[in-house]
């Protein structure tokens, strides 16, 4: 005997774990959190997924507490892509379309490591690891200015704030490679 079948939508959860709440603010995991739950920071795509269902409620509040910045996952996912004939030896690979354009180098010694050891692209807040002396580390521009230069500044975000990183967390010592 035939049936009508009613097709059940899935709604979206509104909520979200607080491990994930704090992997995409920047924040402190909570102390109970599921190691496993904070695995997910390294997957490309399950964070993807809840900064595009998040983004809009993060940006408006971390912009009005810490203007000229952007978190993490803003880097990661939202900040400006290199340009196709930029990417040198990475254009056929998976990465090519996550590589995004790094902040400016102002001084200091050494390379950005994919350029001289094999490893892929990594960049944290837009600053490359790097390899090069670790008594001349280089100073990249700060946040402000990247986001001015990209013309992704809002009215109220005129006026520049401390800078959280200026310089790479890893530097590889060159002298090693040698």
Same mark, same amino acid.
Not at 46 to 52: A, D, F, K
Not at 85 to 106: C, H, N
């Given at each position: 005997?035939?049936? @009508?079948? &009613?097709?059940? @939508?899935?709604? &979206? &959860?509104?909520?979200?774990?607080?491990?994930? %709440?704090?992997?995409?603010?920047?924040?402190?995991?909570?102390? =109970?959190?599921?190691?496993?739950?904070?695995?997910?920071?390294?997957?490309?795509?399950?964070?993807?997924?809840? %900064?595009?269902?998040?983004?809009?409620?993060?940006?408006?509040?971390?912009?009005? @507490?810490?203007?000229?910045?952007?978190?993490?996952?803003?880097?990661?996912?939202?900040?400006?892509?290199? =340009?196709?004939?930029?990417?040198?030896?990475?254009?056929?690979?998976?990465?090519?379309?996550?590589?995004?354009?790094?902040?400016?180098?102002? &001084?200091?010694?050494?390379?950005?490591?994919?350029?001289?050891?094999?490893?892929?692209?990594?960049?944290?807040?837009?600053?490359?690891?790097?390899?090069?002396?670790?008594?001349?580390?280089?100073?990249?521009? /700060?946040?402000?200015?990247?986001?001015?230069?990209?013309?992704?500044?809002?009215?109220?975000?005129?006026?520049? /704030?401390?800078?959280?990183? /200026?310089?790479?967390?890893?530097?590889?010592?060159?002298?090693?490679?040698?």
């Amino acid at each position: 005997m035939p049936t @009508t079948r &009613r097709l059940r @939508t899935r709604t &979206r &959860r509104e909520t979200i774990d607080p491990t994930h %709440w704090a992997i995409l603010t920047d924040a402190l995991p909570p102390a =109970d959190a599921n190691p496993f739950t904070a695995l997910d920071a390294e997957s490309y795509d399950v964070m993807r997924l809840l %900064w595009e269902d998040h983004r809009a409620g993060i940006l408006p509040d971390w912009i009005k @507490t810490k203007p000229g910045t952007r978190p993490a996952m803003w880097w990661r996912y939202d900040a400006p892509r290199l =340009d196709p004939t930029q990417l040198g030896r990475w254009s056929r690979t998976v990465l090519a379309p996550r590589m995004i354009e790094t902040r400016r180098k102002l &001084r200091g010694d050494g390379k950005p490591l994919h350029e001289v050891l094999a490893y892929a692209p990594a960049h944290h807040y837009g600053i490359p690891a790097w390899c090069g002396d670790p008594d001349n580390p280089p100073v990249f521009e /700060s946040q402000h200015a990247y986001l001015k230069r990209h013309g992704l500044l809002l009215p109220a975000e005129r006026r520049p /704030s401390a800078e959280p990183f /200026s310089h790479p967390l890893r530097i590889e010592d060159a002298r090693r490679w040698k």
